[in-house]
């Protein structure tokens, strides 16, 4: 279709083309030569340097056409490299190629490419025609990019910035890394990612991404694409509509198999398995035959009869080969029939070759056996001791020879072997030989129907795709948009489509955008009827994290999923035709690309500049952040101007901006094509979950709005008892972010939870000199803009934000095998514990582990970890507190440490502002709400408690209170002309804050105690050990006494001589009474001694049972007595 169109008269091509290219412009021309003059082509071969990007780059960035008239002189330029020193009136490569991206996409490397092997050509002939005919002639160039007809424009950028497709790496290890097929990377959350799971086919999965790389712009196809997929949505077709989609799911690629089976590579069991398998799933969709009108059903059938009546797929699984049935080759059957009975002949052969052989031989030969290519072997095992077996002694004119040796056997050949390997020969080799001729006949029938097979399988995945669709319209409640010529983007109740599945509550919006008529006569006849605006170029304000960028991107979003024919995420939407979406929403920063974010930013504006028509969306989000705020301004300012009058060549333009500058300096006119628009945000700090809702309003609006509370009416007088009251609240609620207390020796006020823009307003709010000014931030990670605009004000490192912001580390429970609760209840790790303090290995004694242990545990009670980072307008100390959780008369919650420590920063600036920042830990116990309080106002307890002695009440209620006495604001100097008063009471303040005495006592003192339960330990265990051996030793030496004593007793009497029994003191008798008796000896002393153990064992635990009811009894008591007091 494209050789048809342009009619070329010369196609280049490079040197390392694929044959298959090749081939077909040699066919079209062969075609040609036969036709008319008219679409004859000269086809000219290039090396491939030909086509280098690089080299392209640098023909285009210096044509005529991308060049100034005058010299732009830049920073880039004034530097040393060769690059940047140029002449008068000379422009460096750098800014050559910036301006060439004004032109064209540089990211269209391919297309580049073939721009410069174009020009390289036909600089090549112009050169030689000149010298021909010896003139002078210049080359005429024009630079421009196309779309394709039917298609709308959209570059890298585009579908970068509006997350249509976006690749991260793969999790397995086994599937990431780069390949030449497999990039390594997965789909991540993306517009294409939420369909892709959607599709069942591979041909349904690739056609799904070239739709999406390709919009439409045939409002017809367009319509047909959405007709299908209502079709699929109507009531009633529920079960019309699962039953296709699981039958989709059994389709295979057909296309792929039919590529391997041209070059012979189908031999896989999958090959013919999928064949089958995918046409008579495609053949059981009655829809197809319905959309595929030229493909004869009884075609389709009879190739799943062809594979079937040939292929056995029971005995393909079984042998992991493919096999021929039974019945379609008689030579085959015979073979298959001998090879199935040699199990039985191979028996028999081996009983006729043991009857031959010696008696004395025969026990050497264990059988014959018959292995393909080889034949049939006797099989003798090996002699012990020796590598070598029977070699047929023994049997005259009967030669063996060894072929192989494998298994402790030895496999010969022989007169008998020889004999059988002539009669039946290498059956198995001639099945497979046979199989092979059989399976390519069959190959090469399934390929004359290759154009009906692949033509199903384009169907198939065309079907899969719209189904894709349907299925992602029904499953997130999508709607059908109207298709329509007038210029206009209507859309009621819109949603970005990524965005409400990443958040808990999305707030729609709505928008209307009338692109220029590019005619006078014609004016849109698709307005809804209750709309009486209508604006080419939408400014839109706000807050950060106010969804400026997130209603951009979804405008965008739904423009694009309508110009493919896909339901969209809105309550109703009338989308006019767009030819191109232009963004300039992200930078792609690269360091292969000598080129600034500011410049990249420059770029894709000055590119969509360029190419906007009056049927483009260009989306444009912060522009001119990159540079200086003042130049920033004005680039913004021109570029709103721009578009706003461009009248009725004005393209539909949505653009958002933080420069306030530009609509309170009154540098834009009005005019009937611009309005501005506010995001406003609606918050309830008193409600018990924090509810956001945003949406788009005017800007008078907004501004009547934002009027009612100030940051001055936000701070209130501490002093009042209902404000102390609150401030202990808020002190002890996880939902509160910040506050702000100003104060001096006669008054203070505070301001709750302030938002980004309060701070910005804060920083350049004055007070009175004497005023101390303190700001408190709470759960710094989650709130970064606040964080980032106190640190640019007092010049932070970008490594202060990057801990302040950073998460803080979440509470991990600890196992019940693998901790020891101390008898103070502090959690002590073991097993890996052990390795990374380079504890004792098992066989070192318990009073060293527990030793250790225990000496790790004061260490990890007491030491705490700090760093100090200084600039030139702050000094900012950092420590990892810890804080000690409450009591508790459980077992369940027994008292001890809360891991994991948390940062807490305090900032002393150099305008006497004290700035501090706590992280707030996870608690252990979440479900328990009683207790996760508690563990809060323990870790807040220092600064509410110098929050509150702050106010007058506060300081009332700490006067009995030594330890938690912080007098910071009775300790200011009451003269009101002293201008260091301020210093002194932040240094004041800062010292407080930092000297947390009513957290560190409760720690010293466990300390004290463990270092005197460790001195009696270690003292009780030595002494314990030293008696333990002494009562084993005196243990052993008394049953020894008591084992030998009745054998002395018998060699006492066996020593004295009685006249009438010496015929009887034989050393026989003397033998036998000794063993009798230590026998009796030894039964007696081990059954007193169980005996002893058994009642010492129940002793024990009836004193145990007595100690635990005293101790139980004497508690309770305590535990009232307390109470009464």
């Not at 399988?457 to 079907?463: F, K, P």
């Amino acid at each position: 279709m494209l050789m048809l169109h342009i009619h070329p008269t010369t196609v280049l091509l490079p040197l390392k083309v694929p044959d298959v290219i090749l081939h077909f412009f040699e066919k079209y021309q062969s075609n040609v030569d036969r036709g008319s003059e008219r679409d004859n082509y000269i086809l000219r071969l290039l090396g491939s340097t030909e086509f280098s990007h690089a080299a392209a780059m640098e023909r285009l960035t210096n044509l005529p056409i991308a060049a100034s008239e005058h010299a732009l002189v830049t920073s880039t330029g004034f530097g040393l490299s060769s690059r940047g020193l140029q002449g008068p009136g000379e422009e460096c490569q750098d800014v050559k190629t910036m301006r060439l991206g004004s032109f064209v996409d540089l990211e269209s490397v391919a297309s580049i490419g073939c721009a410069g092997a174009v020009l390289c050509e036909t600089m090549r002939l112009q050169n030689a025609q000149r010298a021909a005919e010896n003139i002078e002639r210049a080359v005429g160039v024009s630079l421009r990019m196309f779309a394709l007809a039917d298609f709308m424009f959209v570059n890298a950028d585009t579908l970068s910035s509006l997350q249509v497709f976006q690749s991260e790496l793969h999790p397995s290890n086994l599937i990431s890394g780069t390949g030449k097929t497999v990039p390594g990377s997965k789909e991540s959350l993306s517009l294409f990612g939420i369909f892709h799971p959607l599709a069942g086919t591979p041909q349904g999965k690739a056609r799904l991404r070239q739709l999406f790389l390709r919009p439409l712009v045939n409002i017809d196809m367009i319509r047909e694409r959405q007709a299908t997929i209502a079709v699929f949505l109507q009531p009633g077709n529920e079960e019309a509509f699962s039953s296709i989609s699981q039958g989709l799911r059994e389709v295979k690629d057909i296309k792929k198999t039919l590529a391997q089976l041209q070059r012979g590579a189908a031999e896989s069991p999958a090959g013919c398995a999928s064949i089958e398998r995918g046409l008579r799933n495609s053949n059981g969709l009655v829809i197809i035959h319905e959309m595929v009108q030229v493909v004869a059903v009884d075609k389709l059938t009879a190739i799943i009869d062809l594979v079937g009546k040939v292929v056995d797929f029971e005995e393909t699984k079984a042998n992991s080969r493919i096999a021929v049935k039974l019945h379609v080759n008689t030579e085959l059957d015979e073979l298959k029939q001998t090879y199935q009975g040699l199990e039985s002949l191979l028996n028999e052969v081996s009983t006729t070759l043991s009857l031959e052989l010696p008696t004395w031989a025969r026990k050497f030969v264990t059988g014959c056996v018959f292995w393909p290519q080889l034949g049939f072997l006797t099989v003798v095992p090996l002699l012990e001791g020796t590598q070598a077996g029977y070699e047929g002694q023994g049997l005259s004119g009967d030669r063996w020879e060894q072929r192989f040796t494998a298994n402790d056997n030895v496999y010969f050949k022989n007169n008998l072997m020889m004999e059988l390997d002539e009669h039946f020969g290498d059956t198995y080799s001639r099945i497979v030989d046979l199989e092979v001729d059989i399976l390519h006949g069959l190959a090469c029938k399934i390929l004359e129907h290759e154009a009906t097979l692949s033509r199903v399988s384009d169907v198939c995945g065309e079907l899969d795709c719209l189904v894709a669709l349907a299925s992602g319209a029904l499953k997130y409640g999508w709607v059908c948009p109207t298709l329509t010529e007038d210029n206009i983007v209507s859309i009621s109740g819109g949603r970005h489509p990524l965005q409400e599945l990443a958040v808990p509550a999305f707030i729609s919006n709505d928008c209307i955008l009338i692109g220029g008529s590019a005619d006078e006569a014609k004016t849109p006849t698709s307005m809804p009827d209750n709309t009486n605006i209508g604006v080419s170029t939408l400014v839109i304000t706000g807050p950060n994290h106010s969804g400026k960028s997130v209603y951009v991107k979804q405008v965008a979003l739904i423009v694009y999923l309508a110009h493919i024919g896909s339901f969209v995420p809105a309550t109703g939407a009338t989308i006019g035709l767009t030819d191109q979406i232009l963004t300039r929403i992200s930078t792609r920063e690269s360091v292969s690309q000598a080129e600034s974010a500011f410049g990249t930013d420059l770029r894709q504006v000055a590119f969509l500049l360029n190419r906007a028509t009056h049927r483009t969306l260009v989306a444009i989000d912060e522009f001119g952040k990159g540079t200086a705020a003042g130049d920033g301004a004005g680039l913004m300012t021109a570029l709103i101007d721009h578009f706003s009058t461009l009248g009725l060549q004005s393209p539909k333009v949505l653009i958002t901006t933080h420069y306030h500058e530009i609509f309170e300096g009154g540098y834009l006119q009005e005019r009937p094509g611009l309005s501005l628009a506010h995001m406003e945000v609606r918050l309830d700090i008193n409600a018990n979950q924090m509810e956001d809702q945003i949406m788009a309003i005017p800007v008078a609006a907004a501004a009547a709005a934002a009027a009612v509370v100030t940051l001055d009416d936000k701070f209130q007088n501490l002093d009042d008892e209902a404000v102390y009251t609150r401030v202990k609240a808020e002190a002890a609620n996880d939902k509160a972010l910040n506050f702000v207390v100003e104060f001096n020796l006669h008054e203070a006020f505070i301001a709750f939870n302030l938002t980004s823009d309060d701070f910005e307003q804060l920083a350049t709010r004055k007070r009175k000199d004497d005023m101390v000014r303190w700001i408190n931030i709470w759960s710094p990670s989650m709130q970064k803009p606040a964080v980032e605009r106190i640190g640019a004000q007092y010049g932070f490192s970008k490594r202060l934000l990057a801990i302040m912001t950073a998460p803080a580390l979440s509470f991990i429970k600890q196992q019940a095998n693998t901790t020891q609760v101390s008898p103070q209840g502090s959690d002590v790790e073991k097993g890996s514990l052990s390795e990374g303090l380079g504890l004792p290995p098992p066989g070192q004694t318990q009073a060293q582990v527990l030793e250790e242990l225990q000496i790790y545990q004061l260490v990890k009670e007491t030491v705490n970890y700090t760093s100090i980072d200084q600039g030139k307008n702050f000094l900012c100390i950092g420590a990892n507190w810890l804080h000690t959780r409450p009591q508790s008369r459980t077992t369940e919650h027994s008292p001890s440490l809360l891991p994991p420590r948390h940062w807490s920063w305090l900032t002393l600036s150099s305008d006497s502002v004290v700035v501090s920042f706590h992280e707030t830990p996870s608690s252990e116990h979440p479900e328990d709400e009683e207790r996760s309080m508690a563990e809060l106002v323990n870790t807040r307890s220092n600064t509410t408690s110098v929050l509150c002695q702050l106010s007058k009440h506060g300081a009332e209620d700490f006067e009995r209170r030594l330890l938690s006495l912080k007098p910071v604001r009775q300790a200011m100097p009451p003269s009101d002309l002293d201008s260091n008063t301020a210093c002194e009471g932040s240094s004041n303040l800062f010292y407080y804050l930092f000297e947390d005495y009513s957290s560190a006592l409760p720690v010293l003192r466990t300390s004290k105690r463990e270092l005197g339960r460790l001195y009696f330990n270690l003292t009780a265990q030595r002494d314990s050990q030293a008696t333990a051996r002494l009562s084993r030793s005196a243990t052993v030496l008394a049953k020894l006494s008591v084992f030998f004593l009745p054998i002395t007793f018998m060699t006492s009497y066996f020593s004295v001589e009685i006249p009438d029994l010496v015929e009887h003191y034989t050393p026989k008798m003397y033998w036998v009474c000794f063993a009798v008796i230590a026998g009796i000896s030894f039964i007696s002393l081990f059954f007193f001694s169980r005996m002893i153990e058994i009642l010492s064992d129940v002793l024990e635990a009836w004193a145990h049972t007595a100690v635990r009811s005293t101790r139980r009894f004497v508690g309770l008591r305590v535990q009232d007595d307390r109470d009464e007091h």
